[in-house]
């Protein structure tokens, strides 16, 4: 019989009794949302970004601000254009009145809160926020930096990524913070600025107690039928699934780089997002589009997952395989040195593609994508055809194969080298046309 999974996590000395998080966002934004974050079983609640009053744009929003993808096709299901700024709750009564309620409810829960602030480049108005929300009781802190839209305050000062995106002002602002805080301080970081690592490391050395990664990147949709842009008046938040292999591999990036622990947030919409980002190094995990395509039912569908994945895999706590996987800096060498790119009919590639004649049901989804013409239909004998002097390795037949029918094995031994699932295994050296 199996022991019982235990997903309680621990991120910059705080208890969480799991690590699905509600991101900052509409999920989170008032008393009445996060009682329904509570009771769908978040573990925290990131509060909706407050603004400070000298940030005027705050509150205003085009009309829609959340447009599903769904019309572009199954694989847009998970994604939107969103325009959404900060909470229309003005600072005196947010802080005032909503977080106090909050942070008693999350209390009874066993929920950490975790507040969100938003400024300028005036340092005092971030202080004085950081000193309010600390007051209201609120866990630990997150410092807004990830906002993609550009916003500008009465002075003229720009807000968001801007502020990220300026590493002196940044380490500013979190060393003003942290020195007015006894909280723990999160930055929440963008993806549209690179090289991820590099400012991780600047937020780091400011003081950060901890990252989140990442706040949505700007994308634009074109209605073709109505020749127009789609949704709102220009670029917008651009959240769903697709984003996640762009969010994790900065994720990763960032974790072979700072010490501090890295939130993964973007794109998650199922448990196997969620394990991605906790297999990679991440502690939480934050939910925002999932919910608001969803509905609050989604986190107990993820948790359930996450759960069902842990009593598979034999692991009795999320630590037992949080940064397993640990993916290699392409700057330093890699696992396996690639094989001379000559063409495959002057020296063999060191791979051969392998069919599985009972799995294969003839599809040509395999022979119609194939660049090369290395796999063909024969007629006569009804069966796919493999030329191994055209094939050039690329592997894309294996990917795309739904049968399993298709592995890439080393050409000599016929030793795996990829079928479709984990990572590439490393090939034999000194093969012809190898290395």
């Not at 196997?272 to 906790?278: G, P, S």
């Amino acid at each position: 019989m199996s022991k019982k999974v235990d997903l309680r996590v621990t991120m910059c000395g705080l208890s969480f009794k799991n690590p699905v998080l509600a991101a900052s966002s509409e999920v989170s934004h008032d008393a009445r949302d996060v009682r329904r974050c509570v009771e769908s079983g978040f573990g925290g609640v990131v509060l909706k970004t407050c603004a400070h009053e000298h940030v005027p744009i705050a509150g205003r929003r085009v009309v829609p601000n959340m447009a599903s993808l769904r019309f572009l096709g199954r694989e847009f299901v998970g994604s939107a254009v969103c325009d959404m700024i900060t909470s229309n709750i003005r600072p005196d009564e947010y802080i005032g009145e909503q977080v106090p309620q909050i942070v008693e409810l999350c209390r009874k829960a066993d929920v950490r809160v975790i507040g969100s602030i938003a400024a300028s480049h005036e340092v005092e108005d971030w202080i004085e926020l950081a000193r309010r929300f600390s007051l209201a009781g609120v866990d630990m802190l997150e410092v807004n930096m990830s906002c993609p839209h550009k916003l500008l305050t009465r002075e003229g000062g720009e807000v968001g990524m801007a502020i990220g995106a300026d590493p002196e002002l940044a380490t500013r602002i979190i060393r003003a913070v942290k020195a007015a805080t006894h909280l723990p301080v999160a930055v929440k970081m963008t993806p549209n600025l690179e090289p991820a690592g590099y400012y991780a490391g600047v937020y780091e050395k400011a003081g950060a107690d901890a990252l989140s990664a990442h706040s949505t990147p700007l994308g634009l949709v074109i209605d073709t039928e109505r020749e127009e842009v789609f949704g709102t008046y220009s670029a917008g938040y651009l959240p769903g699934r697709a984003f996640v292999p762009l969010s994790l591999g900065k994720v990763a990036e960032m974790v072979r780089t700072v010490r501090v622990p890295v939130s993964g947030t973007g794109g998650i919409i199922e448990a196997e997002d969620a394990l991605q980002y906790i297999l990679v190094g991440c502690p939480t995990i934050q939910l925002c589009t999932a919910v608001l395509i969803y509905g609050y039912g989604v986190v107990g569908k993820i948790l359930k997952g996450i759960t069902r994945w842990m009593e598979i895999k034999g692991y009795r706590g999320i630590e037992e395989f949080r940064g397993k996987v640990k993916p290699q800096d392409p700057e330093e060498i890699p696992l396996w040195e690639p094989f001379e790119f000559l063409p495959p009919d002057v020296a063999l590639p060191p791979a051969r593609i392998e069919i599985d004649k009972g799995k294969c049901t003839l599809c040509r989804t395999c022979t119609d994508a194939c660049l090369y013409r290395a796999l063909e239909i024969d007629g006569k004998n009804g069966e796919v055809m493999f030329h191994n002097d055209r094939c050039y390795n690329c592997g894309m037949c294996v990917g795309l194969c739904r049968k399993g029918a298709l592995r890439l094995v080393e050409r000599e031994t016929g030793d795996l080298v990829w079928d479709g699932r984990g990572m590439q295994k490393k090939l034999l050296p000194g093969r012809e046309g190898g290395v």
